[in-house]
Structures are given as C-alpha cells and as structure tokens.
C-alpha cells in the first residue's frame, strides 16, 4: 500500500509518499506556528492536494493525541492553538481518505521499531534528546499509551528532587540536566562562550580539548544515565534507542554503554543502546506504518 505521510512539528511540516518504510516526493516547508493551529491546518489541507495516489494518510503531531479519534488532547504554545484541533476528522471530511493520526514521538519510535534501529525487536524504550527530552515505549510492537495519552514523558522524570526548576512547574526533571539544551548550557557556563554555540560545534572543540569532555560532555552523560537508570529498572527493555543529532556521536552511545553496566542490577545488563536511524523521515515513516495497520 502507497501512504501519505505527514509530520507536522513545532518547526517544519515533512511529507512524503511511503511504501514499506521507505520514503518518496520528500517535502520539507516552515510550520510558522506562530500563525496559530487553523492556519497551520490550512496548511497541512492543501499540502495533501499535492499529493496523489495513495490509499491512506499518516499524520504525526507534536502534542497529546488520541489516536482513536484523531484528535489533539493537549498542544503547548509551541503552535498556538493546536489544541482541540480534530485532525482526522477535519482530513477525512475533505479527502474521503482514511487517517490515522499519532503523537510524533510515538510515530518515529514507531518507525524506528519495525524500520530503523529496532528492526527485529519486539519491545524498547525511545528517548529523544533535543529543547527537552521525548519518550516512547513500544511492546510486543505495540505503543503503549497510558491512560490519558501522555505516557513516556520521560523528561520530567525525577533525578534531582528539590533542585534546578522545570518548565513543568516541579524541580529536578531530567529534562533540565540530560537534554541538548543542558549540554549547551552546561558548556557555555564552563567554556564561557556567551552564545551560539550548538552540538557540533561542542564536538569540534572536543576534538582540540580535551577538558570539553571532563568538564561538560561526561557530566552531562552521567546526567543521562541517571534518567537511563531508572527507565531500565522500570521497564527491563533489551534495547533503548537515543535519538536527536547530538546521540549520532558514538562516543555518547559507548560512554553510556560502558558507565551504566555496573549502576544497573545484574539481570537487567543484557540491554543494548542504539542510536535512531532514520532521522528526520522517522515521523513520516511511522505514522504510514500506523496507516496501514489502522482496522
Ligand atoms: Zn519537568
């Protein structure tokens, strides 16, 4: 079967046609979130007339959705008005197409479980480093969703009760000492850059420094493995996928490898770490694998 897939996020709406997980007509454009939730529809409605020849259409959205009515639960500002936004119906109405619509993070860990890095696996758990830190878990195949569509918000899990605070308004989420932005800010902070700096920057003055990485890069990955910790006593996954642009250096994946074996109990030392695989098509990919299994 031929799939529409679409990934709308905070920043850009990706698009293309998807045949068993692989990607054709790729499209990238701006969200221009700021233009508010109806706009940034409008937008997505007249993407699709651009399309043809396909049997299904697979949406992946930042916020809460629940996928059985195709509808956004809970958006944050990062596109105004998103909230409420019934997505499947509005898209069914137009197109007589059937949809399927899923949370971003679940579609790509969606993708990444029966295309990328978890081929062949039945059950893991998804992080995605970048502002914050996203979260997905996947068993015997299947996403699990909690009761209210939010599960795997892993980063505002707890690892520095009563300290630093959250966006979330509690103190000490992960999120504020593991995600890129913390690395950033924790670099800045013990490099005195003011400003500017991103990931691979860091890493190229890594390479001219090696103070980089004991003062900002192994701190900020015993952050990670403390959040890592607890998600592996919790769910006794035998694989964790990390993804965002800074876990593609494979100096993150064999540090957290080689640090967490002895911080972890025993029968749980058979998990593997591996980074995501399909980048920036992995939305796409996943909401079209969700289109064709939708009943
Ligand atoms: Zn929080």
Redesign the pocket.
């Known amino acids: 079967m031929r799939m529409l897939g679409i990934d709308i996020g905070g920043t850009n709406i990706k698009s293309g046609i998807v045949v068993d997980g692989v990607v054709s007509g790729f499209h990238e454009m701006p969200t221009e979130a700021f233009q508010g939730g109806q706009t940034v529809m409008n937008k997505v409605l007249r993407l699709i007339t651009k399309y043809n020849n396909y049997n299904r259409i697979g949406i992946s959205s930042a916020g809460q959705i629940d996928p059985a009515t195709g509808q956004v639960i809970f958006a944050t500002d990062n596109i105004p008005g998103w909230t409420g936004m019934r997505i499947k119906q509005i898209i069914e109405q137009k197109f007589a197409v059937p949809t399927c619509v899923e949370n971003d993070v679940n579609a790509a860990a969606i993708a990444e479980a029966y295309y990328g890095a978890g081929k062949g696996k039945d059950s893991m758990v998804c992080l995605t480093f970048g502002t914050g830190i996203g979260g997905a878990i996947v068993e015997q195949g299947k996403l699990y969703h909690g009761s209210a569509f939010s599960a795997g918000e892993f ?2 899990i707890t690892i520095h009760g009563g300290h630093r605070d ?5 103190k000490g ?1 992960y ?2 000492y593991a995600s890129t932005k913390a690395l950033i800010n924790l670099a800045e902070e013990k490099l005195g850059i003011s400003e500017g700096l991103n990931g691979r920057m860091l890493m190229a003055l890594a390479q001219e420094n090696e103070r980089v990485y004991t003062d900002v890069i192994n701190p900020w990955l015993d952050e990670v493995i403390l959040g890592l910790r607890t998600l592996i006593h919790v769910f006794n996954p035998s694989l964790i996928v990390l993804g965002g642009g800074i876990m593609e250096q494979s100096y993150m994946l064999a540090y957290v490898q080689e640090h967490i074996q002895r911080q972890i109990m025993p029968n749980f030392r058979n998990v593997e770490f591996l980074s995501a695989k399909l980048g920036n098509h992995a939305g796409i990919i996943g909401a079209a694998h969700l289109a064709v299994k939708m009943e």
Request: with cysteine; charged share 10%; aromatic share 0%.
């Open positions: 980063g505002h959250c966006t979330c308004g509690n989420c999120e504020v």
